[in-house]
């Protein structure tokens, strides 16, 4: 069955590094989501990338869908305290009902 | 709106006892799913349901059973409590699960089976 893998499972950095984080699948993706879950709180939807090599920026997070739809990534410039929380990739199979499958997640924590 | 919510948000369970969890939301959404999330694991589907009186299994579907007599509720019941089954519970809607439709979820519910 569908996997999609996350890497690293957890990150630490100071405050004003730099973040990135990796999303694999084992299947080619009709497309990809990304979800942050601040501490103790629930999943919130931050974007959806469609088209092959795609690139989208929110602010200081940068988004990236591979060539091949195989993978994604996100990109966070400079951190801040508030970017705490876990990332989640959600990807989006083709074909009949389109299942999300939520990747493991990455666990980031921004030291001021 | 008050989007999706679950009820209870905390409940302690003994081995062997039942329950139910509900979810609703005011959104009209067709679709909802429940996950569970563990440490490490990621969030898992556990059903998922494409309309009002239909039901499908997820990933991790074992041990439990869901409900969705109305378009905006959507039960997952446990009929015997394991203590694999502590976990945070995630209810979620979305609008239809084609291409792109973001999921929405509610607030979680933190169940300790002991």
């Known amino acids: 069955g569908q996997q999609v893998m996350q890497i690293p499972q957890y990150q630490h950095v100071q405050e004003g590094e730099d973040f990135t984080t990796y999303c694999n699948s084992s299947t080619t993706l009709s497309n990809i989501q990304w979800y942050k879950q601040r501490p103790g709180g629930h999943p919130v939807f931050l974007i959806q990338?469609?088209?092959?090599?795609e690139v989208k920026k929110q602010k200081r997070l940068t988004f990236q869908f591979g060539e091949a739809k195989k993978n994604s990534s996100l990109h966070i410039t400079a951190t801040q305290t508030t970017d705490v929380g876990t990332y989640f990739c959600a990807a989006v199979n083709s074909g009949g009902y389109q299942k999300v499958t939520f990747g493991t997640g990455t666990k980031l924590q921004v030291i001021p | 709106n008050a989007g999706v919510t679950q009820t209870p948000k905390f409940r302690v369970l003994k081995t062997g006892q039942s329950m139910t969890l509900l979810c609703a939301q005011d959104m009209n959404h067709e679709y909802m799913y429940w996950y569970r999330q563990d440490p490490g694991m990621g969030l898992r589907l556990i059903h998922y349901s494409v309309g009002e009186g239909t039901t499908a299994k997820g990933e991790v579907p074992d041990g439990y059973n869901v409900s969705r007599l109305k378009k905006q509720n959507f039960l997952l019941g446990l009929e015997s409590a394991a203590p694999s089954q502590t976990s945070v519970y995630f209810c979620?809607?979305?609008?239809?699960?084609?291409?792109?439709?973001?999921?929405?979820f509610g607030p979680g519910t933190r169940l300790l089976v002991l």
């Open positions: 979620a809607s979305s609008y239809w699960a084609g291409l792109g439709e973001t999921q929405y």
């Open positions: 990338l469609v088209k092959s090599g």
